[in-house]
Nanobody, 129 residues
Framework: EVQLVESGGGLVQAGGSLRLSCAVS????????LHWFRQVPGKEREGVAC????????HYPDAVKGRATIASDTAKSTVTLQLNSLKPEDTAVYYC??????????????????????WGQGTQVTVSS
């Protein structure tokens, strides 16, 4: 069973930086894509970052491209999300997720209906202006 637990959220000033961490357990092979999502009340879930299960490449939507960095250790025991130049619109609950044989390109394409297999409980990020 794959479990994910996020930490590192908090209150930060606009323009600041924050690093989120996700502790991953139960991964028995290398074939999981790893993701960060965020969600605010009244809005659709938004993908923030993805690391490919196939080649380790990283993917970001335009909203965070250039400001977000996803990374994991070799064993995929920890997944981090570094967020820089934070904006008030970055305020959300951030979730890490894992998808067996997940394809990052599909998550970056709004016409492709995909869902991760496993989710964490989320960590709140609040950016003050």
């Amino acid at each position: 069973e794959v479990q994910l637990v996020e930490s590192g959220g908090g209150l930060v000033q606009a323009g600041g930086s924050l690093r989120l961490s996700c502790a991953v357990s139960g991964v028995t092979d290398d074939n999981y894509s790893l993701h960060w999502f965020r969600q605010v009340p009244g809005k659709e879930r938004e993908g923030v970052a993805c690391i490919s299960a196939f080649d380790g490449s990283v993917h970001y939507p335009d909203a965070v491209k250039g400001r977000a960095t996803i990374a994991s250790d070799t064993a995929k025991s920890t997944v981090t999300l570094q967020l820089n130049s934070l904006k008030p619109e970055d305020t959300a609950v951030y979730y890490c997720a894992a998808d067996y044989a997940g394809v990052c390109e599909a998550y970056m394409d709004s016409s492709y209906d995909v869902e991760p297999d496993y989710w964490g409980q989320g960590t709140q990020v609040t950016v003050s202006s």
